[in-house]
């Protein structure tokens, strides 16, 4: 299991990682392959600011809103290439990050001292 301070360190190392992607990769053509990864990354990010766990800033979403949101992302990401048609351009990354995207909440521990 994945306790909650442990998952938010990994909410923030995705959403920067989603954010910088396209320009690693060489992916941002400023097409649908760029600026969806990008704007998952930001919904990451504040959704982590603001969800009831020990990294955020204001205790405001439910964990387990949260770790519903992080799999629908990740369900988006991880079959974008094929259903927006840019498999290929690139696929793997958002294959990759999409496929973790639900690993990682369904690994988590929705037990755990989230509002601390």
């Given at each position: 299991?994945?306790?909650?301070?442990?998952?938010?360190?990994?909410?923030?190392?995705?959403?920067?990682?989603?954010?910088?992607?396209?320009?690693?990769?060489?992916?941002?053509?400023?097409?649908?392959?760029?600026?969806?990864?990008?704007?998952?990354?930001?919904l990451?990010?504040?959704?982590?600011?603001?969800?009831?766990?020990?990294?955020?800033?204001?205790?405001?979403?439910?964990?387990?809103?949260?770790?519903?949101?992080?799999?629908?992302?990740?369900?988006?990401l991880?079959?974008s290439?094929?259903?927006?048609?840019?498999?290929?351009?690139?696929?793997?990354?958002?294959?990759?990050?999409?496929?973790?995207?639900?690993?990682?909440?369904?690994?988590?521990?929705?037990?755990?001292?989230?509002?601390?």
């Amino acid at each position: 299991m994945i306790d909650t301070k442990t998952h938010g360190i990994i909410d923030y190392v995705t959403g920067a990682l989603l954010l910088v992607a396209p320009y690693l990769f060489n992916f941002a053509t400023g097409g649908i392959e760029q600026w969806l990864p990008q704007l998952l990354g930001v919904l990451i990010i504040v959704m982590s600011l603001l969800t009831r766990y020990e990294l955020s800033v204001a205790k405001v979403i439910p964990l387990k809103v949260h770790l519903g949101v992080d799999m629908a992302g990740g369900a988006l990401l991880a079959v974008s290439p094929w259903l927006f048609g840019f498999a290929d351009i690139i696929w793997w990354p958002h294959l990759l990050v999409g496929l973790l995207e639900i690993v990682v909440p369904l690994m988590t521990d929705r037990t755990a001292r989230a509002s601390t």
